[in-house]
């Protein structure tokens, strides 16, 4: 009775995580179906939309890499999310260092302020912010987004490493100092290569989020030699109430690789940067 009660719960989690597996795959799976589909049997209502019922093309590929400026939307988005991540870690590593080791009693909840900033709504800031980019005279320009999207990664990220610089033993810094190095010396040669999955952590939430980031984009920028893949997949592939699906879920699939290989390689990394970051 027991084996046959163990069975059916392991039978059970089985169950349940292939569930799991096939709602999140089934996206992907459909957006390979899609770029690879004829039109007509994209569109043909007695066709299974979920299998080839006709042989595969890659006219869909070809309209979206030659007919578009894929290419260059996705330039820019890889330009930007780079940017934005160098810039991220500049500014959230010496604030969150800060805050860890000289703030006291009051960084705990500074660190919780910094982190509340990241929750306001991107639709309450993008009013104010087009007018700091139109003064500065940065609209249509991938400026506008290297300097706007850090006001919402430095915040989350700043408190994110507060917990991993919390979680170094003071002694391993005093030690390094007694050794010679100064304070700046000790950050940068034994605080920092400790917290390496903290530090990817950061470069790999702040080059998705500014990936993926539409609003800010959409209202800073109108030039189409300027978009970003979030605008300009979406944007140049629809015209009125017409979607062309075929390019629109190859856009899709192409960006998505590179995030896709990240979170691969650096899974393990990413999780206990999370984990580790919010739990200290």
Known sequence: MAGIRKTARRATLYGRLSAFVVFSAFPFYWMVIATFKRDHDLYAPANNPFVF????????????????HFLTYLGNTFRVGLAVSAITLLLAVPAAYSLAR???????????????????PSTILFLPLSR??????????????????????????TWLLMGFFKAIPRDIEEQAMVDG????GALVRVVLPLSISGL????????????????????????SAAKTVSIGVPTELVRGDVFQWGPLMAGALIASIPVAVVYTFFLDRFVSGFTMGAVK
């Open 53 to 68: 019922n006709e042989p595969p093309t890659l006219d869909h590929l070809r309209t979206l890499l030659f007919d578009t």
């Open 200 to 223: 990817l952590t950061v470069v790999v939430f702040s080059f998705t989020l500014s990936m993926h980031e539409f609003i800010y984009a959409l209202t800073f920028i109108s030039d």
């Open 132 to 157: 700091f980019t139109a003064g500065w005279g940065l609209q249509n320009s991938l400026w506008s987004l290297i300097l706007v999207y850090p006001t919402f990664t430095v915040p989350f990220c």
């Open 181 to 184: 190095l100064s304070r700046l």
């Open 102 to 120: 000289w703030a006291k009693r009051w960084g705990e909840a500074l660190g919780i302020g910094i982190f509340l900033t990241y929750l306001v």
